[in-house]
């Protein structure tokens, strides 16, 4: 039995800026340039980009139906507080700072993913405060306006 890597969601920026990073760190170093520990993080940053490219789903926006998924721009209400936050479902770093981006990793993005509009999910904080969420929108990022201009915590 095989198992196959999860896919991700890239934008074609973030795929073209990840690409562009792999091609640097893949250029010849020169000798005695970098010790030990930075050669293996350089290393381990290569395998982590190369996952990701081979994975990608590159700007194929999800079907707006409403569901949260990779590749959606989801606004969420904090139950407790009132407070709302629009943030890009995605792969953290690999997009622009402009935009938030939680992963679907992340206890905000594993518990909202797969969420339809109006439903409320509980997500625990690393330390240990359950958080209720309710999901109110989730955009196509495609349809969400260019570099998420005015997105964030309201």
Do not use: C, K
């Amino acid at each position: 039995m095989t198992t196959s890597a999860p896919r991700v969601w890239l934008t074609p920026q973030a795929h073209q800026r990840l690409r562009d990073e792999l091609m640097t760190l893949l250029a010849p170093t020169r000798g005695g340039d970098a010790d030990f520990a930075s050669q293996r993080d350089r290393e381990a940053r290569i395998r982590q980009i190369n996952d990701l490219l081979t994975n990608a789903v590159v700007g194929e926006d999800p079907p707006d139906d409403g569901i949260a998924e990779p590749g959606m721009v989801l606004t969420v209400r904090f139950d407790d507080t009132g407070e709302t936050e629009t943030f890009l479902l995605g792969v953290r770093g690999a997009e622009p700072g402009t935009v938030e981006v939680y992963s679907p990793s992340s206890p905000l993005g594993a518990a909202v993913n797969g969420a339809r509009q109006g439903e409320q999910r509980t997500y625990r904080t690393p330390s240990g405060a359950a958080v209720v969420v309710t999901l109110l929108n989730a955009v196509p990022y495609g349809q969400a306006g260019e570099g998420g201009a005015g997105w964030g915590r309201m």
